[in-house]
């Protein structure tokens, strides 16, 4: 029987969101909702375990005053850029004497395509289904009940860094939870933000977080990639603070404020009084200007997206175009700058309301945001597993092998 409650913490670079939702009518319905500043933490890895336990402690207080059992179920992201992804293929003889495929024979096959070569110091944390072929005959989303005499799985496998991964449930633990499930950024944004119609259409949905960008592709239905780059919104504050000279914090208030991606959008006459933001800074300067340092930065970003999707033959391919999350896309004239450098129609991606309890929709300001993408799609992720949602096609990578992992 799956959990009643379900916690999603998204601990990012400079932020930590988290929801809190319970079953209804077998959907999920928000019961709470809270954000804070994050700490000890770089591009997404924890860099200093006692800080960010600190800060996870201090947001998961606030849930046990509410419901102590709510901790009892954390699904958390990992956000790191040192994740790998390889595809791979199993395969087994289907066991039966009357060729019915049967679900040990779907576990064998899914067993077999782990078995990869990975170094010592990762672990494999996703074992993603692609498709399923019997008797040579692919594009199979469930074999179940089929007759075949030979079994295959295509899927691809992703992998982190496994101290990153291991640090992670160590500061939950700290912090009083205790851990349903790790998910890749990747992975957990789409599932918050993703229709079936974009996948089938084929679509990379951008996550541009503070401290690191990740990117997911589907085609056909098929995820056909995922990466993590070390390259996010932070960068573009410390951008400003160099061409400015100016302290990080005011470059911050200033690109929340005045911050545009398309230079060519701004006028030339419009200025920006600094000593507004710094009392250490004097005089004007140009709002296109801010605009020109913003652009550059993300035309960076998005060519590292281009270089992925030319490597995945997916480059200006993809009907569904490029959807837009993470704190990042909230910057005005984004979708203008995608469409611009990827060559792909562009929008904004925020939690499909379907997947959702109607209450859930009283917390309207998460929903219509999409920095707290991650935070809704681990509570998803987490309904999927706990049986409170039907299974959507394809067979995930079982946690309970990352718990595995680290015992005796």
């Not at 974009?198 to 503070?210: A, E, H, N, P």
Request: glycine letters at 10%; a neutral charge; one cysteine or more.
């Amino acid at each position: 029987m799956g959990s009643e409650l379900i916690v999603g913490l998204d601990i990012g670079t400079s932020a930590i969101k988290v929801a809190v939702a319970r079953s209804r009518g077998g959907r999920p319905v928000l019961t709470a909702l809270f954000k804070d500043v994050s700490d000890g933490l770089r591009k997404g890895a924890i860099v200093d375990l006692a800080s960010t336990t600190s800060s996870v402690a201090k947001v998961l207080g606030e849930i046990k005053k509410a419901s102590k059992s709510a901790l009892k179920t954390v699904y958390v992201n990992i956000g790191t850029p040192q994740i790998r992804t390889q595809n791979s293929r199993g395969i087994v003889a289907v066991s039966r004497a009357d060729s019915e495929i049967y679900e040990d024979d779907v576990e064998r096959a899914i067993k077999a395509s782990q078995a990869v070569a990975i170094a010592p110091n990762r672990m494999i944390v996703h074992n993603i289904t692609r498709e399923y072929v019997v008797d040579g005959v692919g594009d199979i989303i469930d074999p179940l009940g089929l007759s075949g005499n030979r079994l295959e799985v295509n899927s691809l496998i992703i992998d982190a860094f496994a101290p990153h991964v291991k640090s992670i449930m160590r500061t939950v633990e700290l912090a009083g939870g205790r851990i349903g499930g790790l998910v890749c950024d990747p992975l957990v944004a789409q599932r918050a933000a993703l229709s079936k119609s974009q996948k089938d259409l084929g679509v990379v949905l951008v996550d541009i977080g503070y401290g690191t960008t990740a990117m997911t592709v589907y085609d056909e239905n098929k995820i056909a990639g995922v990466s993590v780059f070390p390259v996010g919104a932070g960068n573009i504050t410390n951008d400003i603070a160099v061409g400015l000279k100016i302290p990080v914090p005011a470059a911050e208030s200033i690109k929340l404020q005045y911050g545009h991606a398309l230079a060519k959008d701004i006028g030339s006459k419009e200025n920006i009084d600094l000593s507004k933001f710094s009392s250490e800074s004097r005089g004007l300067v140009s709002r296109r200007f801010l605009s020109e340092i913003i652009e550059s930065r993300l035309a960076e970003i998005f060519e590292f997206i281009n270089n992925e999707l030319r490597l995945g033959g997916k480059i200006g391919n993809l009907a569904g175009g490029v959807v837009l999350v993470g704190g990042g896309a909230k910057l005005p004239g984004l979708t203008e700058l995608a469409k611009q450098e990827l060559k792909l129609s562009s929008q904004i991606g925020l939690p499909l309301h379907e997947q959702w309890s109607e209450e859930a929709l009283n917390f309207v300001d998460a929903f219509e945001d999409p920095e707290y993408i991650n935070a809704l799609g681990l509570i998803l992720w987490g309904a999927d597993k706990e049986g409170w949602l039907p299974k959507q096609g394809g067979r995930k990578f079982a946690f309970k092998n990352i718990i595995r992992y680290f015992l005796p």
